[in-house]
């Protein structure tokens, strides 16, 4: 029965937390985690699965966040299996004001080579990488979406980063348009996540994880406080939450 309440608590601490940022009119930043245990989304070039990466991300921008003051709520940490309409379904009812999906991105297979790691044969590519965005014209609130898009990538070429480009190649899988080409940004108008937020939504591929190089860097605790910081600075910059 106590391990029951420990249950109960935990799930229940972070609704009501949310419940009253949403009250008193605080923004709520709702960081969904992509992917799950079982659907785990992308391979890595060492085999590892791209939901790892993505907890892993989400974790360090919700505690640079919360230091900042600012209130989360975490959709799919759990890796427990989530639809996503039920996703940003969640995000509305704990009156998140932001969605943020948290991804890691891949290639198509075309460009996806055989090595060994360990023994084991895995695919990898070096010749892509960089972060992406995604945003959808069928958000209710696309106008803020691109805005802060815009802001998040434009922070992350200032701590360094660069945006990837294969996602508007003219090929079967890609062809996305351009948003803001400058800052990464595309247009995914299908998404689910995104077109059915009721608030404004963006989607962080935060790197290229078939890519050996990138796959290990972005795995490092101060190249995700960066992209934290760079997502905190963008929020700042489209308005979602007060400069600190």
Known sequence: MAH????????????????????????????????????????????????????????????????????TVQIGTDGNSVSLSERT?????????????????????RYLKPWQWQGVVQQYTDSFSGFSLFVS??????????????????ALKQHGFHAATHHAEHIEGEGKKWADQNNGVYYYDNLVVLKTAVMPAVLLEAGVIVNRDEEQAIQTQPVRT?????????????????SL
């Open 4 to 71: 029951l309440r420990k249950i109960c608590l935990v799930i229940a601490l972070p609704l009501a937390i949310s419940q009253v940022a949403a009250r008193n009119n605080v923004p709520l930043i709702a960081l969904d985690v992509g992917h799950s245990r079982l659907h785990s989304g992308a391979i890595s070039a060492r085999g590892q699965p791209e939901f790892k990466f993505n907890v892993g991300l989400a974790r360090v921008i919700d505690d640079f966040l919360h230091a900042q003051n600012v209130h």
């Open 226 to 242: 960066a992209i934290a910081e760079a997502v905190k600075q963008g929020l700042q910059t489209c308005g979602v939450i007060n």
């Open 89 to 109: 379904l969640t995000a509305k009812k704990t009156g998140a004001t932001f969605f943020l999906a948290i991804h890691h991105d891949s290639v198509q297979p």
């Open 137 to 154: 014209q069928k958000n209710p609130q696309r106008a803020v979406s691109l805005h802060c898009a815009s802001a998040i990538g434009a």
